[in-house]
């Protein structure tokens, strides 16, 4: 501490890093657990695409701390157990309850800590992940409410393969997939990046990429939160282009449970268009310094994107009730009108069945024919075959697309849906006491209520109380989530609105 006395602000704040980092060893019970822990789960991170500071994911900082917290509840694990137990924790983790290592510290030196009780803007924070050294603040405060939902889908993922690793049923590999990003949305922004060379590409790039994560936050501004961005923390280059060039590629999808109304769309024109204004106010733009943002779809993905230059195969999807019953009425339509090709055909087909009925009858001598069936001679004693054909199939093509049922055989499979429960986790001791030691330490912080459009915290009786993260750390209970995003993200737009 003796070292932020008689310095400013800006000084004390460029000298955190260190002293955070110093701060993080003494509090973490092994250091090397921990570091083995941080050195996976930050590759982990590079590889489901959520390690990105400036995008608006998290940075290095960010996963020490979250890392750290895990190794202070479960103080005797190996680096395994730690990572298994991280996705745990942060899956059931009531976000925007912060993550301290240790009590926020409020000395007499006059500089500004994270405090939501005093400072409005930290009540805004979505996932706020306090740092331990004076004067404490949010390391985090760049992620918003799509990046914070992305990294909780993986969380969950993360998660999932742990439990899999414990039953012997995946291996660790399993883990460290790669995320299919151009797989995962079927629709997405491509924002290119033009420069006149590389140097000059450099340090646009870099501009535009710090300015990524607003045209998150436009979006969802203008859209009330119903459409949803996932910006990808990779630029991708095209070498075909004579010109210094690389782009970003940022998902879209409606937000889940939203009621969609037929028709309704998405207007962004303008969002983009704000968006590159602010871009366009760089201090030191050059000439030939360009940015392009145009909406693509999946199967308009550029191949230079891809690792071996070309898109991956997917797999032909089977034709649903819906498609099929489309088929059927097109058919039946097809010969009400007419069409003696498509009739001829169908008598055809009829007759061959009918047939192969008969003799398979006459060769395994099972019981007399039923009275309603139908005869193979049926269309050859018709006076008019067209007309016969058009009569008999045009009603029983009718009958089966009202009934549902399958035509030329194609049987189609109901598939169930079922959502992910995931199960009941296996609780051992360790983890009980670990919910005791949550739920009592740093006691003192207030309840979430909604003031002003952000999250404040204070008693019943609206005196504010000190921090802690007893009350917000219930890991092994079971938390909604989706109703906690709503509730922010209705808070988010509130906030921006007035």
Same mark, same amino acid.
């Given at each position: 501490m003796s070292v932020l006395y008689d310095i400013d602000e800006p000084t004390a704040r460029s000298l955190n890093g260190c002293r955070v980092a110093d701060q993080i060893l003494k509090l973490v019970p092994n250091i090397e657990h921990f570091r083995t822990t941080l050195r996976c789960l930050k590759f982990w991170a590079k590889r489901r695409g959520v390690y990105s500071n400036v995008t608006g994911f998290l940075g290095g900082v960010n996963w020490a701390l979250l890392v750290a917290r895990v190794c202070q509840f479960y103080p005797n694990a190996n680096a395994s157990m730690l990572v298994s137990r991280f996705f745990r924790v942060y899956t059931l983790w009531r976000w925007p309850n912060p993550v301290m290592l240790c009590e926020i510290e409020d000395d007499e030196l006059g500089f500004s800590v994270w405090d939501p009780r005093k400072n409005p803007w930290d009540r805004c924070h979505h996932m706020p992940i306090?740092?331990?050294?004076? @004067?404490?603040?949010?390391?985090?405060?760049?992620?918003?409410?799509?990046?914070?939902?992305?990294?909780? &889908?993986?969380? =969950?993922?993360?998660?999932?393969?742990?439990?899999?690793?414990?039953?012997?049923?995946? &291996?660790?590999?399993?883990?460290?997939? @790669?995320?299919?990003?151009? &797989?995962?949305?079927?629709?997405?922004?491509?924002?290119?990046?033009?420069?006149?060379?590389?140097?000059?590409?450099?340090? #646009?790039?870099? #501009?535009?990429?710090?300015?990524?994560?607003?045209?998150?936050?436009?979006?969802?501004?203008?859209?009330?939160?119903?459409? =949803?961005?996932?910006?990808?923390?990779?630029?991708?280059?095209?070498?075909?282009?004579?010109?210094?060039?690389?782009?970003?590629?940022?998902?879209? =999808?409606?937000?889940?449970?939203?009621?969609?109304?037929?028709?309704?769309?998405?207007?962004?024109?303008?969002?983009?268009? &704000?968006?590159?204004?602010?871009?366009?106010?760089?201090?030191? #733009?050059?000439?030939?310094?360009?940015?392009?943002?145009?909406?693509?779809?999946?199967?308009?993905?550029?191949?230079?994107?891809? @690792?071996?230059?070309?898109?991956?195969?997917?797999?032909?999807? @089977?034709?649903g009730q819906q498609q099929l019953d489309r088929a059927s009425s097109e058919d039946a339509e097809a010969c009400r009108t007419g069409s003696a090709e498509r009739c001829f055909k169908r008598k055809k087909e009829l007759e061959e069945m009918e047939l192969k009925q008969g003799s398979l009858e006459k060769r395994q001598s099972i019981s007399p024919q039923r009275r309603d069936s139908v005869s193979p001679d049926l269309f050859s004693r018709s006076t008019n075959t067209l007309k016969g054909c058009s009569s008999i199939e045009s009603e029983m093509i009718k009958e089966r697309a009202e009934s549902c049922q399958p035509i030329d055989g194609f049987i189609p499979q109901a598939i169930p849906c079922s959502g992910s429960s995931g199960g009941k986790m296996e609780h051992h001791d360790r983890d009980n006491e670990i919910n005791a030691n949550m739920t009592t330490s740093n006691q003192g912080i207030g309840a979430q209520t909604s003031d002003a459009g952000c999250i404040s915290y204070a008693n019943n009786d609206g005196s504010p109380e000190g921090f802690s993260q007893g009350d917000i750390c219930e890991v092994n209970s079971k938390l909604c989530f989706d109703s906690g995003c709503k509730n922010v993200a209705g808070v988010f737009e509130g906030g921006l609105r007035g």
């Open positions: 306090i740092t331990p050294a004076y @004067p404490c603040m949010n390391s985090s405060y760049n992620v918003s409410i799509s990046t914070l939902r992305v990294m909780m &889908e993986q969380f =969950q993922f993360g998660n999932k393969i742990c439990e899999d690793i414990e039953l012997n049923k995946a &291996e660790w590999k399993a883990l460290f997939e @790669p995320y299919l990003f151009f &797989e995962s949305y079927k629709n997405y922004l491509q924002v290119d990046i033009i420069a006149a060379d590389s140097d000059d590409l450099r340090a #646009w790039k870099g #501009w535009v990429e710090s300015r990524l994560r607003q045209l998150t936050l436009m979006i969802e501004r203008d859209t009330s939160g119903k459409l =949803q961005c996932h910006p990808y923390p990779h630029d991708y280059i095209d070498n075909s282009k004579q010109c210094a060039h690389c782009a970003f590629f940022m998902g879209l =999808q409606r937000k889940q449970g939203e009621v969609i109304q037929e028709g309704q769309q998405f207007d962004i024109r303008q969002t983009v268009d &704000e968006f590159r204004h602010q871009i366009n106010l760089y201090m030191y #733009w050059k000439p030939g310094m360009e940015i392009y943002v145009s909406h693509v779809r999946r199967k308009q993905i550029p191949a230079y994107v891809f @690792p071996e230059g070309y898109k991956r195969s997917r797999h032909p999807r @089977p034709m």
